[in-house]
Each structure stands twice: as structure tokens, then as C-alpha cells.
């Protein structure tokens, strides 16, 4: 799994072991520093599968101008695309604006069992 939020700026995390025909909850939470802890905080990313923290670690927060739309790709994009034997459904997806809990997590994962 890579997260990404620029051209330069990744995350790139191994050991994600799925078992294959079973639905899995994936979340991933990016928090920023407040402004003034920003200088001297990264921001950081969390992965959440089935409800526990599986990786974190810095990366990068890329703020949406203001009046301009965020473009998120979901996958994998075509520049980046392997040949892969792995297929993937979304069921659902949501994006919320504020950082959610782990507690928020565990309880959005025992919901959707």
C-alpha cells in the first residue's frame, strides 16, 4: 500500500496480508500539525485494517487551495499500475475532513461486519 500527496511525496507500507474472499475495513487517517506546531511536526499517517493500527509514519500534508477542488485516486493509478494478479471491490467509501479516532475506527469496522 502507497499513499501519496504528490509526485514527491509517498509512503510506502509492506505486510499487508489480506486473505483473499474475505471483506477487510481499510482506513488510512492523515492528520496535520496545527499551524504552529507545523514547524517543527510532519504530519502523519495511519492505517487502520479491520479496525487495528497497522503502520503509521510521516508524510506530507498537501492542502487543497482554497476555491479548487482535491483530486484523490483511490487504487492504483495507470502510471503506477503493475502486472497483478490481485483484484479489489470498494463496497463503500467515505472521506471526512476531521481525523477520526481509533476508537472512531474500531467502531466504524465492528458496524460494517
Known sequence: LTLATS????????????????WH???????????????FQASVAYV????KLRHMG????SPSPVGKSLQVTIGTPVTCARVSDSTWKIRSCYLFEEVLTSGCIGFMYILGR
Open 48 to 51: 487502520y485494517v479491520d479496525g
Open 25 to 39: 475495513h481499510l482506513a488510512v487517517v492523515h492528520s496535520k500539525p496545527n499551524a504552529l506546531a507545523g514547524l
Open 58 to 61: 510521516k508524510l506530507g500534508y
Open 7 to 22: 509526485n514527491s511525496n509517498s509512503l510506502s507500507f509492506s505486510g499487508l496480508e489480506t486473505e483473499k474472499g474475505k
